[in-house]
């Protein structure tokens, strides 16, 4: 793929997307390779209560989110051809945000210490809290890489930071770090990612001083994505806010294990959808037309990947739960089940949020986030009430869909698009899916989770293939031009 270090606009947006997203792919792929095997690992190494404490470090997480990534880097790739000429004030702006954020997250996990009764969550959550400002100057780089289109470099450091956080976490876990394994293993990789992309992204010249007035200006400028930050955040963790609360620590692991087997898919996806997409959008932002074209295609593409990948965790999620552990992570399966089958449409929500973002229409994306966040405090204590486990699973999993329904047809209605095509979307990309993934529902995917050997494998493999087959037959019949469009861009030798 050919980069273009000076960030003009290149000579097919299409082919950039697409290569870009192929790139992003190959990282997802090693990333959840390493992830899968790091989670059989720390399934047997780590107690279920340990994923509680997890559970309950991600929700601190929620109050920095918007220090540690305060939107300096979103601001930069939307005026990427001022870049050299922002990069001082934004990178010192982005380094006392992460500051700020490592002093608020030390308070946090006080205020969590008496909250919660977990012996030690303090100093774990101090740990954690050293990777902030790194993280911080992190943004600022993959920015720079990300304006020069450069994601053949940003998804390779991605691929030796995960490398490098993974082994952190089955060593850390094999020695006894217990609770400390995570704070650990992402002050690794934060240290090793900030090294690789200060070396890769050189040239260029970041600031560290910052007047207090103008400090406060940036602040008030960004405030818009600084709130969003903080609220994308609570839409994605806020039901463990909720959980550590309302069920046991026992029920908070293991729902957060599930959540791990899944959404750390969505939440690297989603990554890659913005480092990838928000660019390309942001380029296309003064040619309608283009920029519908490639939101519809993109938006495609991505489905139709999130929808066999979902039929497959359907398929084999359940049995494989049972086998790998022994049975010891069972009551994870409901929620493995539940978000597995919702992932496709909330991946489009993530999809509307980038096209809201690369127009700058900060009003509607603050909108459709104080939607996510409240409605998954909601529905996940409401679900916890009624339901315990299963019920907070059932009731987030409804949340998450939600927000896709709604978030997508926001965005692409932005740019023009209107409610026929978007309902045509809908048919087209998820149609198939939901009656090939309701034929698995029959079937009772998690029937076999009992059983003693490995020979239902095998049973569940020919299901898990059939359903493909019919999703991919009807993907022919109804998605024929968008296939077409995707093997082309990927045949395509022309430079980018």
Not at 113 to 123: A, I, K, R, W
Not at 186 to 202: C, D, N, S, V
Not at 203 to 211: A, N, V
Not at 336 to 348: E, K, M
Request: net charge positive.
């Amino acid at each position: 793929m050919a980069e273009d270090p000076k960030g003009q606009r290149p000579a097919g947006s299409g082919r950039v997307a697409f290569r870009g997203m192929v790139w992003t792919a190959a990282a997802l792929i090693f990333s959840k390779a390493l992830s899968f095997v790091s989670q059989i690992a720390l399934g047997y190494l780590l107690a279920v209560e340990t994923y509680a404490i997890f559970a309950l470090l991600t929700t601190a997480m929620i109050f920095v989110s918007g220090f540690q990534n305060s939107g300096v880097s979103k601001a930069l790739i939307q005026q990427q051809e001022r870049l050299d000429a922002l990069l001082p004030e934004y990178s010192a702006f982005a380094l006392w945000m992460g500051l700020i954020g490592f002093v608020l997250l030390i308070v946090t996990g006080a205020a969590f210490q008496s909250l919660y009764d977990v012996p030690g969550l303090f100093l774990i959550i101090f740990v954690q809290a050293l990777s902030l400002p790194l993280i911080a100057m992190s943004t600022i780089l993959m920015a720079v890489l990300s304006a020069r289109l450069a994601f053949r470099t940003l998804n390779l450091i991605e691929m030796r930071r995960s490398l490098t956080y993974y082994a952190v976490l089955i060593i850390g876990a094999a020695v006894g770090t217990a609770g400390f394994t995570m704070a650990l293993a992402l002050l690794a990789g934060a240290i090793l990612h900030l090294t690789m992309l200060a070396r890769t992204a050189a040239p260029f010249h970041i600031g560290f001083r910052l007047s207090f007035a103008r400090f406060r200006a940036m602040a008030w400028q960004l405030r818009w994505i600084i709130i969003s930050a903080f609220l994308f955040a609570l839409g994605m963790n806020g039901d463990y806010l909720v959980l550590g609360k309302m069920l046991q620590s026992q029920d908070v692991g293991y729902y957060f294990f599930g959540f791990m087997l899944i959404t750390n898919v969505t939440i690297l996806l989603a990554s890659g959808i913005n480092q990838t997409l928000l660019p390309v959008f942001s380029k296309l932002k003064n040619d309608l037309p283009a920029l519908q074209r490639q939101v519809l295609m993109s938006s495609g593409a991505i489905t139709l990947m999130a929808c066999m990948l979902s039929i497959c965790l359907i398929g084999f999620g359940a049995v494989m739960v049972h086998l790998i552990w022994g049975g010891k992570w069972d009551g994870a399966i409901v929620v493995v089940l539940s978000v597995a089958a919702i992932q496709p449409v909330r991946l489009t929500a993530t999809m509307g949020g980038v096209v809201l973002e690369a127009q700058g229409a900060w009003s509607l994306r603050l909108g459709t986030l104080v939607f996510d966040g409240a409605l998954i405090l909601v529905c996940s204590a409401v679900g916890a009430w009624l339901g315990g486990l299963y019920g907070a699973a059932i009731a987030v999993a409804v949340q998450r869909a939600a927000t896709g329904l709604i978030t997508f047809p926001m965005g692409v209605r932005r740019i023009g698009i209107g409610w026929r095509r978007i309902g045509a979307f809908w048919l087209r990309c998820l149609g198939p899916y939901f009656l090939v993934v309701g034929g698995l529902f029959l079937l009772a995917p998690d029937r076999y989770a009992d059983a003693d050997t490995w020979a239902i494998v095998g049973r569940a493999a020919l299901e898990t293939a059939g359903a493909l087959a019919v999703f991919v037959a009807a993907n022919m019949v109804f998605n024929r031009e968008l296939l077409g469009a995707m093997a082309g861009v990927i045949r395509s030798r022309k430079p980018a």
